[in-house]
């Protein structure tokens, strides 16, 4: 059975910033691209980062140099280091082993005030 548990969201500052972290169980973590994404309330759900195997990763424009997804294969675990809080930044993030598995975590709050 696979299980991705995020955690590390929060209420910050703008400007503020959190490190989300997702503990993955149930795959050969080291072998999947893993990926985290967002919903802000009354939007779509958006790819923020992805992380391949190897390392490469891949961001979204709008997060751009602000953050950095990264991957402890030792511990199953993937990271997303968010740096220079917006409110825009507000929403649920959700740690996903893309398709073709489509594996979703629950999801972790993070709301930035302004």
């Known amino acids: 059975q696979v299980q991705l548990v995020e955690s590390g969201g929060g209420l910050v500052q703008a400007g503020g910033s959190l490190k989300l972290s997702c503990a993955a169980s149930?795959?050969?973590?080291?072998?999947?691209?893993m990926a985290w994404y967002r919903q802000a309330p009354g939007k779509q759900r958006e790819l923020v980062a992805s992380?391949?195997?190897?390392?490469?990763?891949n961001y979204a424009d709008s997060v751009k140099g602000r953050f950095t997804i990264s991957r402890d294969n030792a511990k199953n675990t993937v990271y997303l280091q968010i740096n220079s809080l917006k409110p825009e930044d507000t929403a649920v993030y959700y740690c996903?082993?893309?398709?073709?598995?489509?594996?979703w975590g629950q999801g972790t709050q993070v709301t930035v005030s302004s």
């Open positions: 992380i391949t195997s190897g390392g490469s990763t």
């Open positions: 149930g795959i050969i973590f080291r072998l999947n691209v």
């Open positions: 996903v082993r893309p398709l073709p598995y489509g594996d």
